[in-house]
């Protein structure tokens, strides 16, 4: 079975800082992975979406890589800003379901 | 474009009773996945509905039930409540596979007491 597992936990940063979120997977057989924020109390917004044949996509401030092979991704955020405040999920597809992991609380502070 | 909706978005059961969650997906979109989020357990599949069909399925017992309609739109069904069953359930939709981009809905807050 997949297991999904993001390191830190939580992470808290001064503004303007650029910070990096790690993500692992078990199985290197997947069809893709996603990156997702949600805020407290609420749904998840898709941030970036990266294809097994992809190494990595940017989006704006962000910046996701995939390392299908050692079976790790990591979401790089420039500049970051009180805004980016949220817990920040990894989900690796099978091609059939979504497997999420555990998530990253990050804080920036003004 | 409306984005995906759920109601209701908060719920209170007593155990033993049964539940009923409503997701619209966005317009176009045929794939409606349901996921349980919880503290410990974290986010979890559900099952996933296309062409009203169920397509894929995760690991829950069978109290949890679902259906979609012609429209696209999606029910999810909770039998005979059980405590642990306390959780914010996510819908979310997609154009035409699970493993493309998914867009959530807000969720529905399920309290059983």
């Known amino acids: 079975k997949q297991e999904v597992t993001q390191i830190p936990a939580a992470l808290s940063v001064p503004e303007g800082e650029n910070l990096v979120l790690n993500c692992s997977f078990t199985d290197s057989a997947i069809y893709n992975l996603q990156w997702f924020r949600q805020d407290p109390g609420k749904g998840l917004t898709s941030l970036l979406l990266?294809?097994?044949?992809?190494r990595e996509q940017t989006s704006g401030r962000l910046n996701a890589s995939l390392d299908k092979s050692s079976g790790r991704s990591t979401l790089y955020i420039a500049a970051s800003q009180p805004g980016d405040s949220a817990t920040y999920l990894c989900a690796v597809s099978t091609g059939n379901q979504f497997y999420f992991g555990t998530g990253t609380s990050l804080t920036v502070i003004p | 474009k409306a984005g995906v909706t759920q109601t209701p978005r908060y719920l209170i059961k007593t155990r033993g009773q049964q539940v009923t969650l409503s997701c619209s997906p966005i317009?176009?979109?045929?794939?409606v996945s349901w996921y349980q989020q919880t503290p410990g357990q974290g986010l979890q599949f559900l099952f996933e509905y296309f062409s009203e069909t169920q397509r894929n399925k995760g690991n829950f017992p069978g109290r949890f039930s679902g259906r979609q309609f012609s429209n696209s739109r999606s029910e999810m069904n909770v039998s005979t409540l059980e405590l642990g069953d306390s959780a914010l359930y996510l819908c979310a939709s997609s154009l035409d596979r699970p493993m493309e981009t998914q867009y959530f809905g807000p969720g529905t807050r399920l309290l059983v007491l």
């Open positions: 317009s176009g979109h045929r794939s």
């Open positions: 990266i294809q097994s044949s992809q």
